[in-house]
Each structure stands twice: as structure tokens, then as C-alpha cells.
């Protein structure tokens, strides 16, 4: 690896931005992680299931920081119909995504019965818009289903719609695991996959007793994140980068209920002592410098060769390879510099009544400015 | 499973009762959990490797509840001699623990090369005092060990000391596997282990987002719960309970660095953001109680059958076939009622300074009175 390199603007093809003051705190964050392009999920509360409700929440992101392209989607939901994905189309929406219900943050709305959409991705393949998969089953432990072979028992479903609609375009979010890299490639040119920055640097490990590295899907073994790292160095377009930057206020990290950010005694309330762990990691202010991080670890560790990390490869990974796969451009010509571990990770992302921890908070990564 | 039962004083056969505050905070609870003998884990700070050390940990313990048997072990050190070991047994002390570096609370002095050891071990095997294992090797990411297999990678270790020392008590503490479960079903009977109550309840799922349901070794898939309840059920003395009960205080469970029970303020202090969760679920209060309403669960769940909940089945896991193994018996003669589900666990026990949460806080379980 060099010890700098100049890149076009980042594209970020998975981010989470929330509202009111928790995205006030995350949006002028995306640029400092050299991102001028993201694609923005709909898990609000409630989500995003109307054309109306996507463009007045893209208004809002736009009011925060209009020098960044927000992607919207739509969440899917029995209440999206072909005549919803038309008007979607004419709207510049360009995605919809779906959330197996009550795996991760705000899918409580989800969808279980993919056939049942099944009319609904005709409409799409016809005009084009993306399909996102959060790729897991919902837990089961009666056969067997948990956090670890979720994305694995998910598979199955990709495949089966692939084969249904081979020129809907799809992409499984997130994959986290070496069965997922292997059933994207088996898919056609349709189907692509994001990789997070933190599944480069993730295993199991890592979130057992680490609030701060707990997501969904949880990192899962050494292995698999070998083969997260070969994929996106020996990507020619499949595989892309989306950081699944998820912020949550600390207080939810932490599961210590009560409100964001406000000053909170550990020896009293009850929601203290039952509040769960809100699942997500927050990269958005480091989402370019992350990854070169996780390769420049990679190829300490030997799991990836030094050489195949050329310029060709970080232009397409963070920005080229998905930016085609949504047939958007970037007409800015914006450029990164990117030098090599001299940025220390901030300890909070602080806005009105919420602090946010970023991932590897106090560890060295690298820096990223605008050309 | 009938609605009560009378039973024999519980025997924990596997306890971490601290020191100091904290030890003053759940001693009193020991017998609340419907045992009377308990086995004491030497992992204190510093570990207990001397026989001074134990003895004066047991004064501590019985000044603070006296009514209780309190059965010493040594920490498993290069300072334990064979000549220790003798002086060991005069002393009365039960056993020796040996802790994989790193791997749990307060390990850091532990062992990791067991053939160093075998000259203890031989004076142990001659003097009848019992090895406890925590069976885990300590993660190695390059060979693909992790939390998840850390147990399984460890079972050669157990069969290879059994093999060299086939008379030697061996008891493989706190098993999570089918895989353990089998390995020692095959060892002689000089090998047994140990099930804790949270196990028999928790799986992956239940500690991914939920501190105070992580523990070393980690709960693992339903089928592990499975073999661990089957394994419990069928027991005829190779498997008994020890519930490693391991309380901590809340503020180092939710990460919060700072001192045990004061008030914080969660906007500030860097330790407070990077402070990792300490690995341990409380247990104590609740002992014997928690292992019916596991059995309850399974029950219900099919995992076991009904008719396998033996008076003599429960006479024998909850305390009977550990005090053979370790060849102790119950002068007392004090016996528990048992009565079903009408009981609900406290938010938490609290000390000078210190609060800690016990396992299903706020959820029902059996009443355990004393009769």
C-alpha cells in the first residue's frame, strides 16, 4: 500500500441518518468521512413507506448539508404497491429495502413473506429500482436460527427471488459471512453485495462484552472476515462499499435507557438495569478512512496481498463499483486525499442532548481530506 | 414436574464470592439460593496461592455468614509446589482451579502450558485433592479459536491430562458444548463436571445486546442448551451443579468504568466510552431456584421430559452427586421447600457501594424457603 493516495469522492452505499437531532448530530459528519454520495435507509419511526414521506425526509438531510447526494429508498412494506414503485420511479427514488421483521433497529414493520411481494419486485425490475436485503431470518430456536447463522439461513430467499427476477437488481447489505461472498458470486450481474468498514475488522470477539462493536449482523469468525476482506480486494463491480453506519445515542449503547445524552445515576432506575443494547456501530465520520485501516491491518495479518490493493481497486470499492451498479454518476469530480494513520478516532459525535461513540474511538486510522 | 418438593440443602459447586464489599453484599445471599456448601473460587486479586491465603479467606467468609461450609481451592500458579499441595490437604483445602491466561475474570495470572503442572497434579492425585478446569483455550484468531469454540478447542487438553492421570478428580467447570457434555461422558469416573443454572436457559441470542447475560464461557445454540439439559437430566453423578455465580458490580457490567454504585454522569469520562463489559451473571440468590425454572422451560419447550424430573434426580444434581464426587457430606441435615413460580427475582442486590444485578431480574422463578 502507498502511503497517501488521491481518490474520486466516496460513495457510500449504506448509511443510517436518522432525524431530528440524532441527524442533525450524523449529517455533517458524512463528508468528513469523505463521502459525498450516500444511500439513505428508511428505518425511521415510523418508516419510510410513501414517495411523500421519502422526499420531505431527503428535504431535511438537504437543509442539514446540501453539498451531499442523498439516495432515498423506501421501506418495504404491505402498504407499497407497483403503482407506489412507479411514482417512486418518477420520483427519483431509487431503491426499496427490506427488513426481515424484528431483526435489527426500527423493523418492526418488516416483512416475513417474501412472496407476497412478489408483484411488488415485478414492478421494480421493470422500472429498475434497486432491491435492498437486510439478509437474515429472524431467530428460531427451535430450528436452530440465531445471530450466527442468520445471514447463512437467509441465502436461500436471495437466491429464490434472484431466480424469479434475474434482472431485478439486488443487493444483500452487509454480508458478514463467507457462505453470503460465495452465494453473491453464484448469483448473476443483477445481485451485488456492501461491505461494511467494520466487518473488515470484526470477529465475534470483538462484540462479546463491547457494546460499541454489537451489530446486526453480529461479526462472526476469523474466517469469514478473511473472506469479507478477499472479496472486496478481488472486486470487479460485486462487491461495494456501505457502511451500515448506524448511530445510537450512548445512553442506548450502553442500555441504560432514559434520555440521549443527559446526565443519568447508575445506581437507580429499573430501565437501567433491563435496557438492552441498541444493535449498530457509527463510521460515518471515518466511513473512506476505515477501510483503508482494515487493509492496511489485512495485510499484516497476511489474509490479503499488499499488491492488490491498487488505486483501480479503492476507486471502485469505495465510490466506481456502486456507483454504476445504481447507474448514478458524480458530476462534482470531487477528489479525497487520503494519508496514511495519522488521525486519531474522536472520542463522541456530540449534537443537541445526544452523544455518539464512533467506531475504534481513541485508535489511530487514517486521514481523510477534501482535494 | 410437581409444584413443590423437599429437598437436601443445596451444595454450589462452583462460586465466586469476592472479597471486601462485595463479598459482604452476596455472602448472605448463598443461603437464600437454598444451599448450604459452596466451593470457593480462588480468583481474587491477588489469586489465592497459598494455603494462608485460602485459609484467611475462609475466616473472612465465615465471619461474614458462618452457617455456611465453605470449601477452599488454590489458584492453579507456578508457585504451587508438590509439597504445597500436601500441605494443602492437611489444611483441608478441596481443590485446585486452573484458569486459561486470560481467558475470564482476574485470570491473568493463569496457566497455559498444562504439562509444566503435571508434577502437581501427580501429589494431587495422591493426595485426592480434585482439578478444576476452566475448560477454554484463549482465543487465537490466526488458528480460529474464539468465544465461540474456545471450549471445544480445549477438550483435548482434558482428555490428554485424563490420560496421563487417570485417578486424578477432574471436574471440567461450567460446560456450554455437546461437545464437552460428550467428551466427558467418555473420560472415566473420575472426570465430572459441572452446569451452571444460566446455561441451561441462555443461548447466543440471549447475551448478543444483553450484558448481564454474558459470561465466560459464552452461552453457545439451542442444540448445546439441549445437550446441557439432556446431559443434567440423565445424570447419575458425572454431571452436577455449580452455578459460577459471578456477581459485579453494575457499573462494570454496563462498561461504565467509575466507581461501583456512585452516580455518573454518562456525557462524559473516556473510560466510561471505552470501558468493555465484565463477564460474569449473578446467580446466588437464586440458586437451586433458577435451575427448577429452567427445567420448567425445557419441559414446556419439549427438550426434556416431564417424567425425568426425579425427586431422586434433583436430590442428586442440586447437591448429592457433587458431595460424592468430592467426598463431602451434609451433617447438617437441613432441608429446602421448593414451591413453583411465585417468586420474582429483585432488580438487585445492593452493598456498601455496590449493586449487582442478579440473572432474570424482574422475571418469576420457584420460592426456595428453608425448612
Redesign the interface.
Known sequence: MKDAYTLPAGADFHVHLRDGAMSAAVVPTIRQGGVNTVYVMPNLVPPVTTVSMALEYKSRLQSLDPSVNYLMTLYLHPSITPSVIREAKKAGIVGVKSYPAGVTTNSASGVLDYESFYHVFEAMEEEGLVLNLHGECP?D??S?V???NAEHSFLPTLKSIHAKFPRLKIVLEHCTTAAAVEAVRECGDSVAATLTAHHLFL???D??????N?CKP?AK???DRLRLLQALVSSTGKFFFGTDSAPHD??AK???GGDA???????TT?S???T????GVFTQPYAVAYVLTALEEAVE?GDIRDEDITQELLEGVLGGFGRNFYGVKDESGEKIVLKKGSEVVM??V?GEGV?V?PFR??KQTWTCDWL
Do not use: C, N, Y
Not at 462484540?207 to 460499541?212: N, R
Not at 445524552?261 to 445506581?267: A, F, K, L, R
Not at 438492552?276 to 444493535?279: P, Q, V, Y
Open positions: 431467530s430456536h427451535k436452530g440465531t445471530v450466527l470477529v465475534v470477539d462484540w462479546a462484552g463491547d457494546v460499541f454489537f453480529v469468525l476469523p474466517s450512548i445512553s450502553k442500555g441504560l445524552g443527559t446526565t443519568t445515576t447508575i445506581t429499573v437501567m438495569i433491563s438492552k443494547t441498541a444493535a495479518r472520542e463522541s456530540k452523544q461513540v474511538s481513541g
